[in-house]
């Protein structure tokens, strides 16, 4: 058994992207096991051998810790790679934490509208997906990131604005002039422009 940290999930961004830019970011090494479909490696060779008392895509293994849940991972790194800064001082790690819960909504909606199709869709974008990103919007307004300095919060940020941005182009431009310059100062963390450039990136 490897004692590298593994983090196992499909080969997309997704709920794994926000641990991954999180592992980046610290430096250590780490391993990935990157899923595609046909998902035979997965649903029929990992998924049940791996020791995983509740079997699920993320999934993440360091030694004796076996655990899924892409919150759960994520709050387990942050501990373990020694960057609670980033869940922000005093009061504002609620706000972090409240906007982490918000990206993560916001992600199941899209996967929500992504199964409807015509004016059905049109109107759960309109009713109940873009409102929220208009609330986001607002609040980031002018800051440089979105508790003014970087946090755990600007890393599900970047996430959620970039598959926003691919998959709803048109809906994107409201927000471009707001949000393109965070995505801009975001992907220029050395780590982060790294992992870019070195093609790493699902
Ligand atoms: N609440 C879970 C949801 C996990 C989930 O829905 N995983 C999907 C991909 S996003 C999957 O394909 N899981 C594999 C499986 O069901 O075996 C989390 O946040 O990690």
Redesign the pocket.
Known sequence: MSDKIILGY?NTP??AQPSRYLLELSGVKYEEVRYSYPAAE??GRD?YALGLPF????YLLDGEVKI????TIFDYLIQRLNKVELLGQGNDKYIVDNLKNLF?DIGTRMYIYSQKEGEEQTKFLSEQILPKIRDIHKFLGQKEYLLGYFTAADLYFLCFAKGFKNTLPDSYNEFAATFNPLIQRLENIPQIAKYISEGRHP
């Open positions: 499909w997704g709920k997965w649903f998924k079997p699920n895509l993320p899924t849940e892409s919150e993560s």
